[in-house]
């Protein structure tokens, strides 16, 4: 793919256009977020602090307050693949639940990888190889992060090593099987391949892994490379949540077509917080702007529960203490979820601007279990014929919960990250009972 914008084209679609601008919440937030911090001087970082491990132009968009950031042409031809993705009337889902709301689907399992990811992957490889990157590092749970990055790296001609969490790793082998297949290198974190890796398997030797061991492994590669390797974060920064911004962008223009008076509620799953910012900050700025009356409602698993149980501080992202302080709900960075089904939610913390914005009471958050989750991705593969990532179905099960305990209609948004096609041991193990809750 070329890099020079002149040359990309975009294809509109007929009915919603792809976005031109990413949209920063922060711009609109009635209070600002705190900074991130530097682990040893606890100072706020600098952009000088960021540069060995993110593009330059990534680095002004995760300190930028400004509102609109112009998405580059061949980002957006990219986009236009896949963009916009289905806003889509679940009939067949309420009838099954038997409501007299109506449900919409924001689809983003149409992508070339099948969920939502794609959406940042791209432009952090399109920045990359601007600044003459050669590799790029990443961590991933469900291996949704990996895959989308490694694909990214494929167009754009660059290396991508995966460090993926070996729960994942050993469950989701199709995922791997993806990310070889685009061309990345993938190892089972925490690996022997780097100092941090080594040292927690010695401190945990049966560990499962998590994302914060796998952050270490995936920022401890680049920041030692000489220059010739950035570190690619899938969740969680500003950055990620920008370039998110696309769906609830898309979002916010589909349900104004179907539903000129909005929406009244909004779910999203969240597990470091990339796909619920990006579906619910566009719809929060018009709640701020009085044009909404919607309450936006964040869902994560009852195993991994950082928002509804953890604390709101400072804590490192990473279990190695390599990147930067963050003020986040956090479970405790040596905290090591359970090894559930939804390894996209198996973060100990959330991403601060999520964090911020739920401390503040814009929005609220609720945990549901993991049959639960599942039991509402089956109802919704066989009332609407879509099997949803089991990240999502914790969305879906707490908008339907929602539905069933109102009294009148209401109109009610489900952010659907990803489609769950590789996923099927994960239903199967549901279907014949052999799915457990973990708290």
């Known amino acids: 793919m070329t890099l020079n914008p002149a040359d990309a084209q975009v294809i509109e679609s007929p009915t919603t256009h792809i976005p031109t601008h990413w949209y920063n919440v922060v711009a609109d937030l009635p209070t600002p977020p705190a900074p991130m911090l530097n682990p040893a001087t606890r100072e706020p970082v600098t952009p000088g602090e960021l540069a060995p491990l993110f593009a330059s132009e990534l680095v002004r968009q995760e300190l930028s307050t400004e509102r609109w950031t112009e998405i580059p042409a061949p980002v957006r031809e990219a986009y236009a693949t896949y963009r916009p993705t289905p806003f889509i009337r679940a009939l067949g889902l309420e009838r099954a639940v038997g409501t007299r709301s109506r449900i919409y689907l924001k689809y983003e399992g149409v992508s070339p990888l099948g969920s939502h990811k794609l959406n940042s992957s791209l432009p952090q490889a399109y920045y990359n190889k601007l600044d003459g990157i050669t590799t790029l590092t990443t961590e991933t749970g469900a291996g949704q992060w990996g895959a989308a990055l490694a694909y990214a790296g494929a167009l754009f001609g660059l290396d991508v090593d995966v460090y993926q969490v070996r729960a994942s790793f050993d469950s989701k082998p199709y995922r791997r099987y993806l990310m070889e297949t685009y061309g990345a290198t993938v190892h089972s974190s925490p690996s022997e391949l780097t100092e941090s890796g080594r040292a927690m398997r010695e401190r945990f030797p049966d560990t499962t892994g998590s994302l914060g061991m796998a952050i270490s492994e995936a920022v401890e590669v680049a920041a030692k490379s000489g220059g010739s390797a950035h570190y ?183 952010g659907v990250s990803g489609h769950g096609h590789l996923d099927l041991p994960a239903y199967a193990s549901y279907v014949h009972g052999e799915l457990t809750d973990l708290e």
């Open 232 to 414: 690619a974060l899938g969740s969680v920064l500003n950055q990620v949540i920008l370039h998110q911004s696309v769906i609830g962008q898309e979002a916010v223009d589909q349900l104004r077509q179907m539903e000129p008076e909005g929406a009244d509620a909004v779910f999203g799953c969240v597990g470091g917080g990339s796909n619920f910012g990006g579906l619910a900050f566009p719809i929060l700025r018009e709640v701020l702007r009085g044009r909404s009356h919607a309450r936006i409602v964040a869902c994560e698993p009852t195993a991994c529960p950082s928002i509804t149980k953890g604390e709101f501080r400072y804590d490192a992202g990473d279990v190695a203490g390599m990147t930067p302080l963050m003020q986040m709900y956090t479970l405790g960075v040596d905290f090591v979820p359970s090894p559930i089904h939804a390894g996209g939610l198996r973060y100990h913390g959330m991403s601060p601007l999520v964090s911020h914005v739920v401390h503040e009471g814009l929005m609220s958050a609720t945990a549901i279990t993991q049959t639960d989750a599942f039991a509402a991705g089956v109802l919704t593969a066989r009332s609407q014929g879509i099997l949803p990532a089991p990240e999502s179905t914790h969305a879906i099960a707490a908008a339907l919960d929602y539905v069933r305990a109102q009294e009148e209609p209401r109109v009610v948004v489900i």
